[in-house]
C-alpha cells in the first residue's frame, strides 16, 4: 500500500501522469467516453433530482393539506397555519397574460419582417441589438421598470383607461399607485420579445424556400404567400415560440417583483397590484425557516414552478425539434 | 392599386413599427439606466466598500459587489466549463443524430428554461444537506446549475457548424475520437466556445433570484469560498429598497455599472464571432 | 415569320460577381415544348427562372438585358410580377405541396387571383383530370396533399400551375425527383398538353430532350451555343461543341 503510493507520488513528480496518460490511445477513448456520457447523463439525473428534492421538501404541507386547499384556497396567513396558494397563481396568470397579450403581436411581426422582408444587411445590425435584449439582467429591467413603466402606467395609462373604460371590472382603477399587473405585464413584455423572436425567426426561415417559390410562381404576392403558405407551415412552431415566452414569463422573478406591487389579493383589474409566485417564494426566504410548514410552503411554490414550466418548455420544444428534423 | 396591394402595405407598415417599438424599448432601457445612472456614478462607488450608514446615503461603494459577483459568476463559469465542454464534445462527437443525444438535447434546453428562482430555492436545499451557510462556493454552485444548460447549448451549436467532412478526415488519419475532439474540433472552433463561455457568464453575473438563497450578502470583500457574499443584481435591489433617494441613485449607478459589463460581454462576443468566420475551415 | 411567345434579348446575369449567363439572345415559339440543354452548372435553371422573375428571389442576383413576353419586356420596372407569374407558370424540380388539402392546393392560384371560369370544384376537377391525378385522388380532395406520393405530388403540382390557366409552362428538370415510371407519366401529361400552350423544358437528359424536345436551346458555361429545331440541332448540329456535347465527348 505504501510502496503503490510512493510509486504514484513520484510518478506525479516527475510531472508525467503515467497513471492516466500512459494508457493506450484506445484505452484513453473509451475511457473518456465512458466519462463524458455520464456527465452528460447527469444532467438528466439533474433534473430528476430537482423534482424529487423539491418534492421531498414540500411534502410536509403535502401530507396533510388537500391538494385543493393549497391550489384555490384566498387565505394566505402562514402564522395561523394557513397556505391557500391561489392568490398568488392567479397573480403570476394575470401578469403572465398580460405580458404575452403586449408581447405576442409585436414580436411575431418582427420575426416575419427580419425572415421575410429585411436584407441580409438590416438583419446583420437587428439580430445582435435584439440578443443585447435578450442579455439584459432581469434587476436592470426591473429598474427601468420603476423609473419608467411604473409612472407611465400611473400617470398616463391607468387615467385614461380609466377615465373612458373604467365601467369595464378589467380596467377599473383602483390602485393609486403605477405598481400593478399592467405595470408588471409590460416588463414582462420587453423580456420576453426576444425570445419569441428569435425562435420563431428561425421556424419562419426554416420553411423550404421550394414552398415561397411555389406559390410565388403562381403569381402570389409576397404578403399572399407569408399568410397561405409560410405561416400555415410554420404555425405549430410559432404557437411554440410563443409557449417558450410564455414559460419564460411565468418563471421570471426579480424584474416582476420590482414593479408588481406585491399585494397577496386576487386581482380583477389591470390597475391591481399582485403577487406572484417567484415574487412570493423571494421575498419570504429569510423568516420562512422559522414558521413551521411555512418552508415546505415555499418550496411548494418552487415545484409548481418547475412543473408548469417543465411541461410547457417540453411541449414547445418537442414541437421544434420535429421542426427542424423535417426541415 | 388594388386590395392585396394595399393589404401588403399595412402589414409591412405593421412589421417595421414592430421592429421600431422593439429596438426602441432597447433604447428606452438603456437610455434610462444610463441617464438616471451616469450622475450617481464616480470613482468611489467602484473602489470602496460600503462604510457604516451607507445604506442611509453615507460614503462608501459598491466594489463589495463589483468583487463578488466577478467571483461569483467567474467561479461558476470555470465550473461550468469543466462539465460543459466534455458534454458538448459527447453530444457531438460520440454521439452525433443519434437518439441519446437528441434526449439529452431536449433535457438541456428544458433545463435553459427552468426559472432562476428555481434553481436558487433547489441550490439552497442541496446547502443544507451539506450543512453549507449561504457563501460563495453556495452560490456558485447554484450558478453553475443555471448556465450549464446554457454553454452546453452554445458550445453544441458551435461544433456543429464544423463540418463533418473535417471530423472524418482527423479520424481516417487514425485519429482517436478523443484526440479529434481536443486537437481538431476544439482548435477549429475556440473562439465560438469562448463566445458560448461569454454568454453564460454574462448570464451568471445578471442573475439575482438564484444568488438569492444561496450566496447571501455582506458589506465586506469575501475573504473564504464559504464566507458570504455580495453580488450586483442584489446589490442593486437592496439599494433600491431603501427609503433614501440618495442610495436609490447608487442603485441605478450599480445597475449602469452592471449593464456596461453585459455590453462589454455582449461587444466582446460579437468581435470574437467575427473572428471565428477567418479562423475556420469550411 | 410568327412572333417568338418569349424572347431574351441581350440577357446577362449575376450571382454577386459571377457571371452566370452572357449575353443570351434565343428565342421561344410559341406552342410546342423548347428544351434547355446543357452540362450540369451551365445556366439552364437560372435561364429558365429568368422567364418569370423568381431568380430575385435569390440574394445578391443582377439582371441586364431584356426578356420579352409577347414583346413586352417582363423586367420593365412598370411591370407587375405578380401578372406575369400568372401567365408564366412554373413545374419546379421537387414537388412542393402546400400545406394545405389536395383541393386547395390545385384552387390556390385561382383563389388568389379571384377569377376562374365556372365554379371552383369545376376548376379543381378540370386541371386534375388534365394533370393525369383525378382518378386516382377524387374521393379524398380534403386529404391533405403532403400525404400523396412523391410522383402524385409532381402531377399535383402540375394541375396547380395550370389551374391559373398559364400561356407558359417552365419546366425545370419536372422529373428528376422521380421514379422511371411517374416520369414517363408527368412526360405524357406535358406532351398532351403541348399543343395549347408553350412549354420550356429544363433538362440535363439527353434522352428525354429527343423525346419532348420541338426546340432546342443549348447552352455551355454560360453562353447561348446553339438554338432551333430539335431535328435541326439533334442531327446536325452547327455548333462543335454541340456536337460534341451531343455525342457524349464532353459535358
Known amino acids: 500500500m505504501e510502496k503503490t503510493l510512493q510509486l504514484i507520488r513520484y510518478q506525479l513528480g516527475k510531472g508525467k501522469w503515467n497513471i492516466v496518460f500512459g494508457l493506450s490511445r484506445p484505452t484513453k477513448d473509451r475511457l473518456a467516453r465512458r466519462i463524458m456520457g455520464l456527465l452528460t447523463l447527469s444532467t438528466g439525473i439533474l433534473l430528476l433530482v430537482m423534482i424529487l428534492v423539491l418534492f421531498a421538501r414540500s411534502w410536509p404541507i403535502l401530507a396533510i393539506k388537500p391538494l385543493e386547499e393549497l391550489l384555490f384556497s384566498t387565505t394566505w396567513q402562514p402564522l395561523q397555519g394557513a397556505f391557500g396558494f391561489y392568490p398568488f397563481i392567479m397573480g403570476t396568470l394575470w401578469v403572465t397574460m398580460i405580458a404575452m397579450i403586449i408581447a405576442a403581436p409585436p414580436s411575431l411581426l418582427t420575426a416575419i419582417y427580419l425572415a421575410e422582408y429585411a436584407s441580409s444587411r438590416t438583419r446583420e445590425i437587428v439580430k445582435p441589438l435584439i440578443d443585447l435584449l435578450a442579455g439584459i439582467p432581469s434587476v436592470v429591467y426591473g429598474i427601468w421598470g420603476v423609473l419608467t413603466v411604473v409612472p407611465f402606467v400611473q400617470d398616463v395609462i391607468a387615467p385614461f383607461l380609466g377615465h373612458w373604460f373604467g365601467f369595464i371590472p378589467l380596467f377599473q382603477v383602483n390602485n393609486p399607485t403605477g405598481y400593478s399587473i399592467l405595470a408588471g405585464g409590460i416588463v414582462l413584455a420587453v423580456m420576453v420579445f426576444p425570445v419569441i423572436i428569435a425562435v420563431s425567426e428561425e421556424v419562419i426561415q426554416a420553411v423550404p424556400q421550394g414552398l415561397r417559390e411555389a406559390s410565388l410562381a403562381l403569381g402570389a404576392t409576397r404578403w399572399q404567400t407569408i399568410k397561405h403558405v409560410v405561416l400555415r407551415y410554420s404555425l405549430p412552431g410559432v404557437m411554440a415560440a410563443i409557449v417558450l415566452g410564455f414559460s419564460r414569463a411565468f418563471g421570471e422573478t426579480m424584474a416582476v417583483l420590482m414593479v408588481v406591487g406585491n399585494v397577496p389579493q386576487v386581482p380583477h383589474s389591470i390597475f391591481d397590484a399582485a403577487y406572484p409566485l417567484p415574487a412570493l417564494i423571494a421575498n419570504n426566504y429569510g423568516e420562512m425557516m422559522s414558521i413551521p410548514l411555512y418552508d415546505a410552503a415555499l418550496m411548494g411554490a418552487s415545484l409548481i414552478l418547475l412543473l408548469v414550466v417543465l411541461l410547457f418548455n417540453l411541449i414547445s420544444r418537442l414541437i421544434l425539434m420535429r421542426l427542424v428534423r423535417f426541415e | ?282 | 415569320m410568327v412572333q417568338p411567345h418569349m424572347q431574351f434579348r441581350q440577357l446577362n446575369i449575376w450571382y454577386s460577381s459571377r457571371q452566370a449567363l452572357k449575353n443570351v439572345t434565343a428565342e421561344i415559339p410559341a406552342r410546342g415544348i423548347t428544351a434547355i440543354i446543357g452540362p450540369s452548372g451551365c445556366g439552364k435553371t437560372t435561364l429558365l427562372k429568368s422567364l418569370n422573375r423568381l431568380l430575385e428571389e435569390t440574394d445578391g442576383i443582377r439582371v441586364e438585358g431584356e426578356v420579352l413576353l409577347g414583346g413586352e419586356n417582363i423586367y420593365d420596372p412598370s411591370v407587375d410580377v405578380t401578372k406575369i407569374r400568372t401567365r408564366v407558370g412554373l413545374l419546379a424540380s421537387k414537388p412542393f405541396p402546400l400545406p394545405m388539402s389536395i383541393f386547395d392546393n390545385v384552387a390556390y392560384g385561382p383563389r388568389i387571383h379571384g377569377q376562374y371560369s365556372g365554379s371552383l370544384s369545376e376548376v379543381v376537377e378540370r386541371n386534375l383530370k388534365t394533370a393525369g391525378l383525378w382518378e386516382e385522388v377524387y374521393d379524398r380532395l380534403g386529404t391533405p396533399a403532403a400525404r400523396l406520393s412523391t410522383g402524385q405530388q409532381q402531377r399535383l403540382c402540375l394541375a396547380r400551375a395550370l389551374a391559373v390557366e398559364p400561356e407558359v409552362l417552365l419546366c425545370d428538370e419536372p422529373t428528376s425527383a422521380l421514379d422511371p415510371i411517374s416520369a414517363q407519366r408527368i412526360e405524357i401529361q406535358l406532351k398532351a398538353i403541348k399543343e395549347k400552350m408553350t412549354i420550356v423544358v429544363v433538362t440535363h437528359l439527353l434522352r428525354q430532350a429527343h423525346r419532348l424536345a420541338d426546340h432546342v436551346i443549348f447552352l455551355w458555361l454560360g453562353e447561348l451555343v446553339e438554338s432551333g429545331p430539335a431535328n435541326q440541332v439533334f442531327n446536325s448540329p452547327r455548333d462543335e461543341r454541340t456536337r460534341a456535347y451531343l455525342s457524349g465527348d464532353i459535358g
Open chain 2, 1 to 282: 392599386m388594388n386590395r392585396h396591394k394595399i393589404e401588403e402595405l399595412i402589414f409591412k407598415g405593421l412589421m417595421m413599427a414592430s421592429t421600431m417599438f422593439v429596438l426602441g424599448s432597447l433604447v428606452l432601457i438603456l437610455g434610462t439606466v444610463i441617464w438616471r445612472g451616469l450622475p450617481a456614478l464616480n470613482l468611489a462607488m467602484l473602489t470602496q466598500t460600503p462604510k457604516g450608514g451607507y445604506y442611509m446615503g453615507k460614503e462608501g461603494g459598491i466594489l463589495n459587489a463589483i468583487v463578488g459577483s466577478l467571483y461569483l459568476a467567474g467561479g461558476a463559469t470555470a465550473l461550468s466549463l469543466v462539465i460543459s465542454l466534455p458534454i458538448a464534445l459527447y453530444l457531438q462527437i460520440y454521439a452525433p443524430r443519434t437518439r441519446q443525444s437528441e434526449v439529452a438535447r431536449l433535457v438541456l434546453d428544458v433545463l435553459w428554461g427552468i426559472p432562476s428562482i428555481v434553481y436558487g430555492a433547489f441550490g439552497f436545499t442541496l446547502m443544507l444537506w451539506l450543512g453549507i451557510r449561504a457563501s460563495l462556493l453556495g452560490g456558485i454552485i447554484a450558478l453553475t446549475l443555471l448556465e450549464l444548460p446554457i454553454m452546453v447549448r452554445g458550445m453544441d451549436e458551435a461544433i456543429a457548424l464544423v463540418p463533418n467532412a473535417l471530423k472524418e478526415a482527423s479520424l481516417a488519419l487514425g485519429a482517436t475520437c478523443l484526440e479529434t475532439a481536443f486537437k481538431v474540433v476544439v482548435k477549429q472552433t475556440a473562439p465560438a466556445l469562448l463566445t458560448a463561455v461569454l454568454l453564460a457568464f454574462g448570464r451568471g453575473i445578471g442573475d439575482a433570484a438564484s444568488v438569492l438563497f444561496t450566496a447571501g450578502y455582506t458589506d465586506r470583500l469575501p475573504d473564504s469560498i464559504l464566507s458570504p457574499v455580495a453580488s450586483l443584481p442584489l446589490a442593486i435591489f437592496f439599494q433600491l429598497g431603501t427609503p433614501f433617494p440618495a442610495v436609490q441613485d447608487r442603485a441605478y449607478a450599480s445597475a449602469l455599472v452592471l449593464t456596461i459589463i453585459i455590453l462589454i460581454l455582449s461587444l466582446t462576443s460579437r468581435w470574437l464571432t467575427g473572428r471565428l468566420t477567418t479562423n475556420i475551415v469550411r
